[in-house]
């Protein structure tokens, strides 16, 4: 089965991501002449493209695309690199996920097993244990804040209707008949998920994949997230304008911006208090983000 490994770099205002994303792909367990690496630039980034031009002289055997995208929206580079594979399955990784060399292989091999074009294999991005030293850090993915599903205890519990596009198998034929991601999404927020209604609604079910593991390289902070609320809180508006009947959870947030902010807690408090102080500001900057699309569409 051709697999056709999708990336589309995204904006990293903080430069906390790690800058290439290439090396890991060499170590790949899945035989090099039987997938493709499309990557999609949407930020137009001199090291990216040097750092394409040396893996293709490195590695011949391995068939890479580069593609220079007018958007940086993550829907539209999704879509334009999904546009150009060649492969009848689709594998959609995030640019700060270094995939582990069993990566491709866990996802074609659970498509081989599975020919029902409505499945899809989702696997794991885990941070490592330095960044896991971190509160904030930890709070976020053991949560399951961070991607909208607690991937550290997903092996065990898992909701077979999520889908999201750091780390994502599906057939070709499948998101082709779906239309992709909806480019009105101009931020990496709702984009995946409001494909995933339209994928669950049209029989669409995934499957946890923990041996299509990869590792977060990604140092978030709360000044970093807290820019990712808000334009999620933009975005919400557009998914809620989508699909108006759905009950979005995410409403009991768009209070929260008028609530007096909570002090910055001290060095000492308890990880309780860190975490009620991390969550209303993420909170707020997300209100703040979707109230603030309604004054400007009002404007």
Same mark, same amino acid.
């Given at each position: 089965?051709?697999?056709?490994?999708?990336?589309?770099?995204?904006?990293?205002?903080?430069?906390?991501?790690?800058?290439?994303?290439?090396?890991?792909?060499?170590?790949?367990?899945?035989?090099?002449?039987?997938? @493709? $690496?499309?990557?999609?630039?949407?930020?137009?980034?001199?090291? *990216?493209? =040097?750092?394409? +031009? /040396?893996?293709?002289?490195? &590695?011949?055997?391995?068939?890479?695309?580069?593609?220079?995208?007018?958007?940086?929206?993550?829907?539209?580079?999704?879509?334009?690199?999904?546009?150009?594979?060649?492969? @009848? $399955?689709?594998?959609?990784?995030?640019?700060?996920?270094?995939? *582990?060399? =069993?990566?491709? +292989? /866990?996802?074609?091999?659970? &498509?081989?097993?599975?020919?029902?074009?409505?499945?899809?294999?989702?696997?794991?991005?885990?941070?490592?244990?330095?960044?896991?030293?971190?509160?904030?850090?930890?709070?976020?993915?053991?949560?399951?804040?961070?991607?909208?599903?607690?991937?550290?205890?997903?092996?065990?519990?898992?909701?077979?209707?999520?889908?999201?596009?750091?780390?994502?198998?599906?057939?070709?034929?499948?998101?082709?008949?779906?239309?992709?991601?909806?480019?009105?999404?101009?931020?990496?927020?709702?984009?995946?998920?409001?494909?995933?209604?339209?994928?669950?609604?049209?029989?669409?079910?995934?499957?946890?994949?923990?041996?299509?593991?990869?590792?977060?390289?990604?140092?978030?902070?709360?000044?970093?997230?807290?820019?990712?609320?808000?334009?999620?809180?933009?975005?919400?508006?557009?998914?809620?304008?989508?699909?108006?009947?759905?009950?979005?959870?995410?409403?009991?947030?768009?209070?929260?911006?008028?609530?007096?902010?909570?002090?910055?807690?001290?060095?000492?408090?308890?990880?309780?208090?860190?975490?009620?102080?991390?969550?209303?500001?993420?909170?707020?900057?997300?209100?703040?983000?979707?109230?603030?699309?309604?004054?400007?569409?009002?404007?």
């Amino acid at each position: 089965m051709k697999a056709s490994l999708i990336i589309t770099t995204e904006t990293d205002v903080f430069h906390h991501k790690q800058r290439d994303f290439f090396a890991s792909f060499a170590g790949q367990t899945y035989p090099h002449n039987e997938f @493709e $690496l499309i990557i999609v630039d949407g930020n137009g980034r001199t090291g *990216t493209a =040097e750092a394409y +031009a /040396a893996f293709c002289a490195q &590695h011949p055997s391995i068939s890479v695309t580069y593609l220079q995208s007018p958007s940086r929206a993550r829907a539209f580079g999704n879509n334009l690199g999904a546009a150009k594979a060649t492969g @009848e $399955l689709l594998v959609f990784l995030a640019d700060d996920f270094d995939p *582990t060399p =069993e990566f491709l +292989a /866990a996802h074609v091999e659970y &498509h081989k097993l599975n020919s029902d074009l409505n499945a899809a294999g989702i696997g794991p991005g885990f941070f490592p244990d330095d960044l896991r030293n971190d509160l904030f850090a930890r709070w976020q993915e053991d949560s399951g804040l961070i991607f909208g599903v607690a991937m550290r205890s997903a092996i065990s519990v898992w909701p077979r209707q999520f889908f999201f596009a750091g780390n994502a198998s599906i057939k070709k034929a499948k998101f082709d008949s779906l239309g992709g991601f909806n480019e009105a999404f101009l931020h990496d927020a709702w984009d995946d998920f409001e494909f995933g209604l339209r994928w669950a609604a049209s029989g669409g079910y995934s499957q946890f994949l923990p041996a299509a593991m990869t590792i977060h390289r990604h140092a978030v902070s709360l000044d970093e997230r807290c820019l990712n609320m808000k334009r999620a809180g933009e975005a919400a508006q557009i998914l809620e304008a989508l699909h108006p009947h759905i009950r979005h959870g995410w409403k009991a947030k768009l209070h929260r911006h008028r609530e007096p902010l909570l002090s910055l807690p001290g060095p000492d408090a308890p990880t309780q208090t860190w975490i009620a102080y991390y969550s209303q500001r993420l909170d707020q900057a997300f209100a703040r983000g979707y109230w603030s699309r309604t004054d400007n569409d009002h404007a």
